[in-house]
């Protein structure tokens, strides 16, 4: 295919989710790099192959493998001189504790309450890691706690809304949001790369800023982003617990969809990291107990590996199950101060 995006589209991805700023190309393909490579599957490793002749794949062989994975990780078939693995973690300074724990779970004759006793002293020795009782719920609202079962990011989002006085017909300003991807029709590809460069991809976290001048269409603050402030079209799901539809307080006909972001699984989590960053330890002790494997290690410390290492600078280990009370209302004074929201509206109602 003589374009990126076509080429990419041709293996089943968006071009426009990974890249901004590719432009035509009449040169055959030469080089891929992917980052991330952990999180590739087979099929999409196979049809990468056969776009480029040479790939360079970035990958960490301890996080999780992809979901679909009946195996490990796809560099890990890769023969010995094709494969350079390295050691040792750079993800936060050399004197930081959290850098500690994740390289102790390497051990194999670890077990999850020598793991927890090490966070335990960690704690006492290191303000940078937090042995919690409770999840705090002014963090929630800014970073997610990370979780493994739906069923416990389900209810922490729920308890969330609920001690925030949250309607359920409405979304108040400051409620965080993850963006699940940008649902438009081709027609629509202008508008979708707008999105995307503003950095509205799939896996953004954004806060909820207000509703938009149209129905169905959100003031947003994506975190992170050069220009961060936008309007756009929005679809919000908001999952119930023991309920198999989500509750969607409003929805445009398309556009950008969002889930709530007050919680999320570790992995989804991949690829993220937050300054704070709470980690509910009872799910990895549930994956402990059951004693499941993933690609060869246990299932718990691959868990454990990949949220404690989403945290920049400090790690709060929960160790209850129970939520604070918040300090404060909801606010977005914080985001505050930047340049005036961008309109990226659909000229037609559709």
């Avoid at 990468?48 to 040479?54: A, D, R, S």
């Avoid at 925030?164 to 963006?179: Q, V």
Wanted: charged share 25%; net charge negative; with cysteine.
């Amino acid at each position: 295919n003589k374009s990126i995006p076509g080429a990419l589209a041709a293996a089943g991805l968006r071009g426009s989710d990974f890249i901004t700023g590719w432009k035509r190309r009449e040169e055959p393909l030469d080089i891929g790099f992917v980052d991330e490579a952990s999180m590739l599957d087979g099929q999409q490793f196979e049809d990468l192959q056969e776009i480029f002749p040479t790939l360079l794949l970035f990958g960490d062989p301890a996080q999780l493998p992809p979901v679909k994975s009946t195996g490990g990780m796809v560099f890990e078939t890769l023969p010995a001189p094709a494969r350079l693995e390295l050691s040792r973690i750079h993800r936060q300074d050399a004197d930081n504790p959290i850098l500690d724990l994740a390289h102790a779970l390497a051990d194999p004759a670890l077990e999850f309450h020598h793991f927890e006793r090490m966070i335990e002293d960690a704690a006492r020795r290191d303000e940078r890691v937090r042995w919690a009782e409770r999840v705090e719920v002014d963090l929630m609202a800014r970073s997610p706690v990370l979780v493994w079962r739906n069923a416990t990011r389900i209810r922490l989002i729920n308890a969330f809304r609920a001690v925030h006085g949250a309607p359920e017909t409405a979304l108040l300003a400051g409620e965080p949001l993850i963006c699940d991807g940008i649902e438009l029709p081709l027609k629509h590809r202008k508008k979708r790369l707008d999105l995307e460069a503003r950095g509205l991809i799939k896996g953004a976290q954004v806060v909820y800023l207000g509703p938009g001048r149209k129905p169905g269409f959100s003031r947003l603050h994506v975190i992170g982003a050069e220009d961060p402030q936008i309007s756009a079209a929005s679809i919000v799901k908001i999952e119930k617990p023991d309920e198999e539809e989500p509750f969607i307080p409003f929805a445009a006909n398309m556009g950008a969809t969002f889930l709530h972001g007050a919680a999320v699984t570790i992995h989804k989590a991949q690829g993220s990291q937050w300054p704070d960053v709470q980690v509910f330890a009872p799910d990895i002790y549930a994956a402990a107990q059951m004693g499941r494997s993933e690609a060869g290690q246990p299932l718990w410390k691959r868990l454990a590996y990949v949220a404690i290492t989403r945290a920049e600078e400090r790690l709060h280990w929960i160790v209850r199950n129970r939520l604070s009370k918040p300090t404060a209302p909801l606010t977005v004074d914080d985001l505050r101060g930047g340049p005036a929201p961008l309109q990226l509206e659909q000229e037609e109602e559709t």
